[in-house]
Every structure is written in structure tokens, then in C-alpha cells.
């Protein structure tokens, strides 16, 4: 499996991927390199000292085999993220298999009642699996993000999220991975917050003020670093001192949108930036569609804030109740756009959160609740059922005697009068002469001392 360089731009067709190389006008594919130390035939591997190297490179854990790992860098820069045909080989095959019958120079070719050794899989879709395969430089990618601090997990790596598992045949062939922190643990505990990246002011806030409160209760904040609510988000978990993830559509080296490169540098050193792609891939429409699926999968639940109605947020949310995951929405003014498509998730069994405390409640351990929502407790509202049917009935406007009163109660006179001496001494009416009116104040301290004029 040594390959030599980067691919180029693949075949189209009804059997292709959408995006299969790299884009239109885009830098060739590199002449083919001779093996180096960290290639296939390397026995110290990728991660193992170069001469000339300096300081230690991160290395995952695992029991993964040198091989295993470079077969499945040349599978994430053949195969399109989330393609369930070539999910369906690498179960069939493993990836060591799948990468060299990809990269065998002379393939049998099919005989009769053959379909060779992908049947059922189109001949153009193959086609371009194996021009990128061929041309793949499985030891230069992993030392360009080894150069950066980071490191390419795959299945069987300790620091691999088993709930990436769940998509059975999209499952990621890998995860390029940037930052300190172990993935797992982080995955473990974990909210995806996703929206529209033309949000409002109140979609803005609204992410940045539940990402600072799931931080500030120890989630972990997982988004996918685009404008709008997904910065918002990752802004406000990086705000409280807390734990944040960014999935890219694109290589981690490469910070898209070029506006976040910063922020995306800060996630980075103070969280995890992750990707499906090799170093030096583009993001495309499709591959940003596809990437939500591994923010799905990864948390525990996802948080659509904003979206219209063809919004790819509402994408990612769909994936997370198909994976069992839960699905939650904030409701917005319903002569907002950008609410409608969270108006109609909600419409459809999503449930609807207010604040971190709310999304906790669902994702969080048994007897994590939220505080119950309850309006203000006024001093009427602790009144005995008789005083207060008394109550009702005093006028607020000029005073009236204690039989009328006792008549629009329903009660008798010495009743009345006495639920009126009650309701006096706590401040509720006042006696002007032979009649009772309500006060203007609930607090005459003076009139209930004397017990009234």
C-alpha cells in the first residue's frame, strides 16, 4: 500500500460520488514518492520516531495494527465520507483487504457471472475509488498532522467514540483529530448545539448563552464551526473556561470557514477539532451534509436553535432520532423564518428546551431535573378559599356596605363581616364608614395595628 501522492478529481456519474477530488482548477496530484521511514514498510510505523524528529508526536493507543491504520488513510482519501458501499466492503473485506484490492495494479478482470470484487457497486464509482487510492500518500498525511499536535483514531484505538458504531456502514473510516483532550471521554458527556448560520441576534445569544451553561455543568459542547450559531456556541463554552468540539466538513489543517481560523486555532488548544477528511481536502454542500451525521452520533443529544426548513440542521437532528439520540428544539417568534423549521421539529416529537438546565434534564443521569417553571406567588394566592371568595367580591371603587358584599359572595352578613376584619388585618380592604373598599396597598401596618377607623 505504498502510495505515492494526493488524488486527483474522479470520474462523475449516476455510480460516483458527488465530490470525488479534488475542485475544478485545483493544484495536480503530487508526483509518486519513494517509501519513507513511516511508510507501510517501515517497521517503527507512522507514529514511531523519524530521525530528526523533534519532541514527541502524539501516538493513540490501541491495538491496532501499522498496516490497519495506513489502509484506512488510504481509504479516507479514496472513499467519500458516509458511502455505504464502501462501508459495506470494509466489513466484508477489512480495511487492509478493501486498500489492496483498491491498489492492485492489475486487477483480474471479470469473467462471465463475475462482478469482480466489489459486485453490486457501479464500475465508475470503483473507478474513482481506485485513481485516488492509487495516488494516496498514506505516510505524508499522517506527518502533516502529526506536525500539527494531532492524530488520525481509528476503530479499535482506546480513544475511539464506540458510539461512532451506530452508523453501521457510514461509520467513519477514521477521525483526524486536533487538541489534548481524549475524544472518548469527551464524547461520553457531550451536547451537540447546531443552527443557521444567517441567525438572528436573539439565535446568537440564545446558543451562547446554553453553551455557557452546559459548560459551566461540565458538557461538553460539540458544534460544527460555521458563522452563526455553531460559533456562537463554541464562543460560549470557550467563554466559561469550558469543553468544546468542532467537526469539520474539510481537513483539520485547513480551518473553514477562513473567518473562524481563529477560533477554530483557539478550539484547537483549548478543546478538539475533529474531521473525517485527510489533510488538504475541501469542504463541498455534501460533505458538510454528511458531517452531520458524526455530530449525531457523537452526543448524546442534539439542539437545533434556529433553521428554516431546508436547513442542514434539521439534517443533523433527523440523524440523532434515527440513532436513538434525543432530539430537543428552542422555539422562536413564529413570524421568524429561521424558527420554522425548528417549529415544525418540535411539531414532529422533538422536545422543546428553554436552557441548559432543560437539556440536561433529558441528556443527563436519572434525578438530574430542572427546576419547575412557576409564576410568582401573590399574597392572595395564600388566602383561605373563603376569605379570598370574599375578597372577590369587594369593590374596588367607592366602598359598599358588608350586605352587599355578603350578597355577591353568596354568603351571610356576620360571615362576611368576618372575612372582611380578617382580610383588613392583612392589608386586602380598607372600611370607609359603613362600607369596605379594597386598599391601594398591601401593606397598611398602621390600619391593622389599630384594627381600622
Given at each position: 500500500?505504498?502510495?505515492?501522492?494526493?488524488?486527483?478529481?474522479?470520474?462523475?456519474?449516476?455510480?460516483?460520488?458527488?465530490?470525488?477530488?479534488?475542485?475544478?482548477?485545483?493544484?495536480?496530484?503530487?508526483?509518486?514518492?519513494?517509501?519513507?521511514?513511516?511508510?507501510p514498510d517501515d517497521p517503527a510505523g507512522p507514529s514511531g520516531p523519524r530521525p530528526g524528529a523533534s519532541g514527541p508526536r502524539p501516538v493513540p493507543h490501541g491495538s491496532v495494527s501499522v498496516d490497519e491504520r495506513l489502509a484506512r488513510v488510504v481509504l479516507s482519501r479514496a472513499v467519500e465520507p458516509g458511502d455505504e458501499h464502501a462501508g459495506r466492503w470494509l466489513r466484508r473485506y477489512g480495511a487492509r483487504g478493501f486498500a489492496d484490492r483498491l491498489l492492485d495494479p492489475a486487477p483480474a478482470a471479470p469473467r462471465d457471472g463475475d462482478d469482480g470484487p466489489f459486485p453490486g457497486t457501479g464500475p465508475k464509482r470503483v473507478a474513482s475509488w481506485r485513481l485516488r487510492a492509487t495516488t494516496a500518500d498514506p505516510a505524508r498525511d499522517l506527518e502533516t498532522v502529526h506536525d500539527l499536535g494531532g492524530r488520525f483514531l481509528v476503530p479499535g484505538d482506546t480513544e475511539w467514540p464506540s458510539q461512532l458504531d451506530d452508523l453501521a456502514?457510514?461509520?467513519p473510516l477514521g477521525l483526524w483529530v486536533r487538541g489534548p483532550a481524549d475524544l472518548r471521554a469527551w464524547a461520553l458527556r457531550s451536547v451537540a448545539l447546531v443552527g443557521a448560520r444567517a441567525c438572528t441576534p436573539y439565535g446568537a445569544h440564545t446558543a451562547a448563552d446554553l453553551a455557557t451553561g452546559l459548560a459551566r455543568r461540565g458538557w461538553v459542547v460539540v458544534s460544527g464551526a460555521a458563522y452563526g450559531i455553531d460559533g456562537a456556541a463554541h464562543r460560549g463554552a470557550l467563554a466559561a473556561g469550558g469543553a468544546t468540539v468542532a467537526v469539520l466538513a474539510c481537513g483539520v489543517d485547513t480551518p473553514y470557514p477562513r473567518g473562524h481560523d481563529q477560533l477554530i486555532r483557539r478550539i484547537s488548544e483549548q478543546g478538539l477539532v475533529v474531521g473525517e477528511l485527510p489533510p488538504?481536502?475541501?469542504?463541498?454542500?455534501?460533505?458538510?451534509?454528511?458531517?452531520?451525521?458524526?455530530?449525531?452520533?457523537?452526543?448524546?443529544?442534539?439542539?437545533?436553535?434556529?433553521?428554516?426548513?431546508?436547513?442542514?440542521?434539521?439534517?443533523?437532528?433527523?440523524?440523532?432520532?434515527?440513532?436513538?439520540?434525543?432530539?430537543?428544539?428552542?422555539?422562536?417568534?413564529?413570524?421568524?423564518?429561521?424558527?420554522?423549521?425548528?417549529?415544525?421539529l418540535l411539531r414532529g416529537g422533538a422536545a422543546l428546551v428553554t436552557d441548559a438546565d432543560e437539556i440536561v434534564e433529558l441528556v443527563g443521569d436519572m434525578g438530574q431535573l430542572a427546576p419547575p417553571r412557576r409564576g410568582p406567588v401573590l399574597p392572595r394566592d395564600l388566602l383561605a378559599p373563603a376569605a379570598a371568595h370574599v375578597l372577590e367580591a369587594v369593590p374596588a371603587r367607592g366602598p359598599a356596605p358588608t350586605?352587599?358584599?355578603?350578597?355577591?359572595?353568596?354568603?351571610?352578613?356576620?360571615?362576611?363581616?368576618?372575612?372582611?376584619?380578617?382580610?383588613?388585618?392583612?392589608?386586602?380592604?380598607?372600611?370607609?364608614?359603613?362600607?369596605?373598599?379594597?386598599?391601594?396597598?398591601?401593606?397598611?401596618?398602621?390600619?391593622?395595628?389599630?384594627g381600622g377607623p
Open positions: 500500500m505504498t502510495g505515492p501522492a494526493r488524488h486527483p478529481s474522479g470520474p462523475d456519474g449516476p455510480d460516483g460520488p458527488d465530490e470525488p477530488g479534488r475542485a475544478a482548477g485545483g493544484p495536480a496530484p503530487r508526483a509518486a514518492r519513494p517509501a519513507r521511514p513511516g511508510a456502514d457510514t461509520r488538504d481536502s475541501h469542504p463541498t454542500p455534501s460533505r458538510f451534509i454528511l458531517r452531520n451525521r458524526v455530530i449525531a452520533a457523537l452526543t448524546r443529544g442534539t439542539v437545533v436553535i434556529e433553521a428554516q426548513h431546508r436547513s442542514g440542521s434539521l439534517v443533523t437532528a433527523r440523524a440523532a432520532t434515527r440513532l436513538g439520540r434525543h432530539t430537543m428544539g428552542v422555539p422562536g417568534p413564529v413570524t421568524s423564518g429561521l424558527s420554522a423549521g425548528v417549529h415544525e350586605t352587599a358584599i355578603a350578597r355577591r359572595a353568596g354568603t351571610t352578613p356576620d360571615d362576611t363581616l368576618a372575612r372582611l376584619y380578617e382580610l383588613h388585618s392583612l392589608g386586602f380592604v380598607e372600611r370607609l364608614g359603613e362600607g369596605w373598599r379594597l386598599t391601594n396597598t398591601t401593606t397598611p401596618a398602621s390600619n391593622a395595628r389599630r
